[in-house]
């Protein structure tokens, strides 16, 4: 059971923009795949076209061998959970997740079988005869879910799922999903906007951003080898910070102007950007005439503080730092790097060889 995506298109109206340009991409069976990116960048679009509740404009998707293009939702084998997790208020909680069951005219004895087991499986079991505005809103994603397990269907797709949940809950329940998924060896196509859930469950993560496909990759893949400067300013908290540089020899480039990097690559371009994530960047204590930075804020962390600092020639940057290193507001300090950078091309392409020792590191 793959799904393929193949030059996947959309187009809203005829004159209208376009929302995805080639969506191109494989989901194996008892994959968990994330479908991750900003604000109107085409998630939910591309989920709903899998699920045949939008029309795709081009291009071509396969569930199981079969192109699915012009088949309805309710016979491309898949089930969908929503943000606003869709329960019918006036049905208890077996009846909601015996619905989609009854609605394609299941054996009652087999209903009563799947949703005793589907709700066994979330932990819902004392609460069945429950209506939903009597539940929490985790007991209501769990129904959701519940639903979607007793339905039987090879592949799930859920479209931020847990965005209406407190941090804690969605914590929770992201390891929930993540057991389920595993348990039941079903493909889950899950979109989210959130960098932390897509790092945490996907097998493979999709980033999409400008209609297109930035990358696809494992977690590690898209951490430590991003395809380009957009990628890699996605995931990491806080974000990697992009420097000018400049080349200065074989293997050495300096950065802002500021400090030298050498890098085990050729430096083949004049001139480019540095990525350097904020546990690579090192904090010093400085006079005045080492110094070139300035602390400008200071969040503490527990066992890590990060600190915002301001280079003497321009450029902001965020480090992070041991919980106990004491610096203060406003503080000289001399702001250097490991050599563990990445090196992205002017148009912001990666360019740092050896990604796959980076990837493996
Ligand atoms: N029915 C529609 N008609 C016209 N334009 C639409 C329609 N639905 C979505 N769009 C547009 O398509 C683009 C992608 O929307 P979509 O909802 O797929 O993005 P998203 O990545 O899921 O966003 P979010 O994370 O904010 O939910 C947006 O610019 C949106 O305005």
């Known amino acids: 059971m793959t799904t393929l995506l193949t030059n996947v298109c959309k187009q809203y109206d005829d004159q209208g923009k376009t929302v995805l340009k080639n ?8 994959e968990f795949f994330v479908i991750v990116g900003p604000s109107g960048c085409g998630k939910s679009t591309l989920l709903r076209m899998i699920a045949g509740l939008t029309q795709i404009s081009n291009g071509e998707i396969s569930i199981d061998g079969q192109i699915v293009n012009n088949l309805p939702p309710k ?8 943000q606003s997790y869709a329960l019918f208020p006036f049905l208890s909680v077996w009846d909601n997740v015996a619905f989609g069951l009854r609605a394609r005219k299941h054996e009652q004895s087999e209903i009563e079988e799947r949703v005793n087991n589907a709700l066994k499986m979330v932990n819902l079991e004392d609460l069945k005869e429950r209506k939903p505005r009597e539940l929490s809103g985790g007991q209501r994603q769990r129904v959701a879910l519940a639903r979607a397990v007793a339905s039987d269907a090879k592949i799930c797709l859920m479209d931020e799922p847990l965005s209406n949940l407190d941090a804690q809950l969605r914590i929770k329940m992201r390891q929930e999903i993540y057991a389920l998924q595993r348990k039941l060896g079903i493909i889950l196509i899950y979109v989210t906007h959130d960098q932390v859930e897509a790092m945490t469950m996907a097998d493979h993560i999709m980033v999409l951003h400008d209609s297109m496909v930035q990358q696809i990759g494992t977690p590690a893949e898209i951490y430590k080898a991003p395809a380009n400067e957009f990628v890699a300013g996605f995931f990491g908290v806080p974000p990697i910070n992009i420097l000018f540089a400049t080349k200065v020899g074989d293997h050495s480039i300096k950065v802002n102007n500021n400090f030298q990097v050498e890098v085990e ?3 083949t371009e004049k001139e480019m950007k540095v990525g350097i994530r904020p546990n690579e960047l090192i904090v010093e204590k400085a006079d005045e005439l080492s110094a ?8 503490f962390l527990g066992d890590e503080k990060i600190i915002h600092a ?6 902001n940057v965020s480090a992070i730092v041991p919980g106990i290193a004491k610096f203060d507001i406003f503080e000289m300090v001399k702001i250097t790097s490991s050599n563990n950078v990445l090196l992205f091309n002017q148009n912001g392409i990666n360019i740092t060889e050896n990604k796959g020792d980076l990837i493996n590191a």
């Open 23 to 30: 969506v191109t991409a494989k989901i194996e069976t008892g």
């Open 292 to 299: 070139n930075a300035t602390v400008q804020n200071i969040e």
């Open 265 to 267: 690559q050729i430096v």
């Open 75 to 82: 016979d491309r084998n898949l089930t969908m959970v929503f």
């Open 310 to 315: 301001t280079f003497n020639n321009g450029g």
